[in-house]
């Protein structure tokens, strides 16, 4: 681990303790603090239980994780440019996918009831897609860092109006940017992005998920069986003969 979070850690330690200094002396708690970059704890400097589990604790977070990182970039964007909407509608469909996980926000965009979303989910295609496949990120921990939307080219119509006037008419246009980062590991996280679902939701939803499957496999069976290719020929000459 990095000397600058050893350091921290041991500072902190030592305010707990009451003193000031962070590697021992006459106020010093830790009885050594640092030594080849590792967290050295005297037995003078514990006095209770709790400062045993803050230890314990410190030292399983620097420890390192079960996921190492194969990205070469910290970041991938994606652009689009001169798209046929206005900024404070483009606005409206951005807001609610901000710092939500790239998986969740694609399935937002999906079930959305406007129209121009789907240019919003191209956009957050093309940067997850380059995050994948030029930057080797992991896409199950790709989050949406960060949505812009700015002001495109503004174009003006003439609008009719009555008793032969005329009236001017504006076509907005806007610009997206959009940046995709990889969430790293830490030990104890809730979530993937800083408003994406938890994480024990989304397992409770699997799990319940692959509950129904297996409960209602043989009724699932049927419907893929049945063949919906109905010959419409037959259908209607009987509706013919019945007319006449």
């Known amino acids: 681990p990095p000397m600058a979070l050893l350091r921290m850690a041991s ?3 030592g305010r ?13 708690c830790l009885g050594g603090g640092l030594r ?7 037995s003078r400097s514990i006095q209770s239980e709790s400062q045993v589990k803050d230890v314990v ?3 399983q977070n620097y420890e390192s994780p079960f996921w190492t990182s194969q990205a070469t970039r910290s970041e991938a964007k994606a652009k689009r440019v001169n798209l046929r909407i206005s900024p404070r509608k483009l ?3 951005c807001r609610p996918i901000r710092g939500l996980s790239c998986h969740e926000a694609l399935m937002q965009l999906k079930l959305s009831k406007k129209p121009k979303a789907e240019m919003v989910s191209v956009c957050l295609r093309n940067a997850v897609n380059a995050a ?3 930057f080797n990120m992991d896409y199950k921990r790709l989050y949406i860092a960060d949505v812009n939307v700015g002001k495109g080219t503004t174009q003006k119509k003439l609008r009719r109006h009555s008793r032969m006037r005329m009236g001017t008419a504006y076509a907005y246009r806007s610009h997206l940017w959009m940046t995709v980062k990889e969430q790293p590991w830490e030990k104890g996280e809730i979530r ?11 397992a409770e939803r699997e799990r319940m998920n692959k509950e129904l499957q297996e409960k209602y496999a043989d009724i699932l069976q049927t419907f893929e069986d049945v063949d919906y290719n109905y010959d419409f020929g037959d259908i209607k000459a009987d509706k013919k003969s019945v007319k006449k």
């Open 192 to 202: 993937i992005g800083k408003k994406g679902t938890k994480l024990a939701v989304l």
């Open 36 to 42: 080849n970059n590792l967290l050295i704890v005297s």
């Open 132 to 134: 994948m496949n030029n």
């Open 91 to 93: 606005n409206d469909i």
């Open 16 to 28: 707990r303790n009451g003193g000031r200094s962070a590697r021992g002396g006459a106020k010093g």
């Open 57 to 59: 604790e410190a030292k």
């Open 11 to 13: 500072r902190a330690l």
